[in-house]
Each structure stands twice: as C-alpha cells, then as structure tokens.
C-alpha cells in the first residue's frame, strides 16, 4: 500500500525538496478528486441519498456520476 497523504514539516525540521516535490503530486491528485465531490455538494444538492435499496442508491449515484460527466464534457469542450 502506498501512503497518499501530505507529509508535515515541524519546527527546526523543515520538510526536504523531495518531500516538497511528493506532497505537489499527492495534493494535484487529492485536488482533483475533491473538486468532483464539491461539485456534486454544490450543484447537485449535497451528497444525500433518500432512497431504499442498494440499487436504487446504486443508480442515482450512477446518474449522478453521469450528471457530472456531462458537465465536464461542456466545460471542456467550450475551452
């Protein structure tokens, strides 16, 4: 298993460049990620699922992820 969080620097121990350099790529992938939920919080009326059923959750979350694909397909196209 790869560790995937953000190493901390202490006082008079500050962090080295390669650490430095390994916390950019974990927050570019983290920042990524992230941006999708905030989107699907903001724009989609939060995160909440009130529905019975593994499936019928399992589709309005399908339904969801396909929302936001949409989106991104517009939004990267109109640039």
């Known amino acids: 298993m790869v560790n995937k969080v ?5 006082r008079n121990k500050p962090l080295t460049e ?3 350099n390994n ?8 920042s990524r990620v992230e941006h999708i939920y905030g989107f699907m ?4 009326n939060g995160m909440y699922l ?3 059923g593994i499936e019928r ?10 929302t936001y694909n ?5 939004q990267l196209q109109s640039n």
Do not use: D, P
Request: hydrophobic share 30%; with cysteine.
């Open 18 to 20: 390669q650490q430095k």
């Open 6 to 10: 953000c190493e901390k620097g202490h």
């Open 50 to 52: 009130y529905s019975i």
């Open 57 to 66: 959750i399992s589709t309005a979350i399908c339904l969801m992820n396909l």
């Open 23 to 30: 916390n950019t790529e974990k927050s570019r992938i983290r």
């Open 41 to 44: 919080e903001n724009s989609m």
């Open 70 to 74: 949409m989106f991104r397909k517009v």
